[in-house]
């Protein structure tokens, strides 16, 4: 599995089966941009002009953008972990992350992630 990393960066890189399963999934979507945040390719959805992020590769797995109550929802059944880039014990609200070596299992989370997508344009 192919990582990159950031120079000077704390955070770890991330994998590019992942990305592109990202890329292969939005490849249709005009309304979706793909760029960075912290580093990591993220994909962004247009809203009324401005781009707003909802998902990016972040080390072994995705990062989303939820409804908090859906966030939790996750949380509960083990599907993801908070997503804490700044360090255990401070989680980014309304975010999660699923780590897993598997690609299939992250794929099997699209429905999640259109859900970020969909959360976030505020639809």
């Not at 259109?114 to 639809?123: E, K, L, P, Q, T």
């Amino acid at each position: 599995m192919a990582t990159k990393k950031k120079q000077n960066s704390d955070w770890h890189g991330y994998r590019e089966d992942v990305a592109a399963m990202l890329d292969d999934l939005f490849a249709d979507d005009d309304n979706i941009i793909r760029g960075q945040m912290m580093g990591h390719p993220s994909w962004y959805v247009m809203v009324a002009g401005k781009k707003k992020l909802f998902t990016s590769a972040f080390e072994n797995g995705i990062t989303l953008k939820l409804p908090v109550e859906l966030a939790n929802d996750m949380l509960a059944e083990g599907r993801a972990r908070p997503f804490e880039p700044m360090g255990a014990g401070k989680p980014m609200k309304g975010w999660i992350y699923i780590d897993n070596d598997d690609l299939d299992a992250i794929r099997a989370e699209e429905e999640m992630i259109h859900a970020a997508r969909d959360y976030v344009s505020g639809g």
